[in-house]
T-cell receptor, first 113, second 114 residues
Framework: GENVEQHPSTLSVQEGDSAVIKCTYSDSASNYFPWYKQELGKGPQLIIDIRSNVGEKKDQRIAVTLNKTAKHFSLHITETQPEDSAVYFCAASKQTGFQKLVFGTGTRLLVSP | DGGITQSPKYLFRKEGQNVTLSCEQNLNHDAMYWYRQDPGQGLRLIYYSQIVNDFQKGDIAEGYSVSREKKESFPLTVTSAQKNPTAFYLC?????????????FGEGSWLTVV
């Protein structure tokens, strides 16, 4: 089955810096890769996703890149703000058949003012 | 407002007791899911349902049971057979169960064994 590894487990940056979180997946058939942000005591919220037919997707300060050959994808946050502090999860699934998302173990991002 | 409502937010269970976590959605989604979250780990799938009156085991179904009698409701029962039930439980839904559909999460329920 699919296995998703996520690094780093914690990431501390200064406000205004960029943050990068990386994930690798094992199943070459996976082709849907969402990213979720989870604030303390709350449910995860989708912030961006990418499908295998594109290599990069941007939404304001957030971007995701996908390298299908290497089987890894990354989340990039530019001009970080204290409100970006949260746990971020990557996930992978196939677009055919049942939607079984396999999650990474999460990255705790701390943005210091 | 449309969304997923989980209740209760906090629940305490005594040894040997069954407890039920409620999940209701008004998004008109066909598919619903239950995930378990432990510190330092990703979310793990307990059960899922693609349609009313049908549900399937996920990766860690032992000690749990579900029902899907109505489209908007997917309650999870944590039975006494679940040996380590203390965790954060997340209910989710998507328009369809097919891959690539956005999965939306509720706010979660904390279960603690006392």
């Amino acid at each position: 089955g699919e296995n998703v590894e996520q690094h780093p487990s914690t990431l501390s940056v200064q406000e205004g810096d960029s943050a990068v979180i990386k994930c690798t997946y094992s199943d070459s058939a996976s082709n849907y890769f969402p990213w979720y942000k989870q604030e303390l005591g709350k449910g995860p919220q989708l912030i961006i996703d990418i499908r295998s037919n594109v290599g990069e997707k941007k939404d304001q300060r957030i971007a995701v890149t996908l390298n299908k050959t290497a089987k890894h994808f990354s989340l990039h946050i530019t001009e970080t703000q204290p409100e970006d502090s949260a746990v971020y999860f990557c996930a992978a699934s196939k677009q055919t058949g049942f939607q079984k998302l396999v999650f990474g173990t999460g990255t705790r991002l701390l943005v210091s003012p | 407002d449309g969304g997923i409502t989980q209740s209760p937010k906090y629940l305490f269970r005594k040894e040997g007791q069954n407890v039920t976590l409620s999940c209701e959605q008004n998004l008109n989604h066909d598919a619903m899911y239950w995930y378990r979250q432990d510190p330092g780990q990703g979310l793990r799938l307990i059960y899922y349902s693609q349609i009313v009156n049908d549900f399937q085991k996920g990766d860690i179904a032992e000690g749990y049971s579900v029902s899907r009698e109505k489209k908007e409701s997917f309650p999870l029962t944590v039975t006494s057979a679940q040996k380590n039930p203390t965790a954060f439980y997340l209910c989710a839904s998507s328009l369809q169960g097919a891959g690539g559909n956005t999965i939306y999460f509720g706010e979660g329920s904390w279960l603690t064994v006392v």
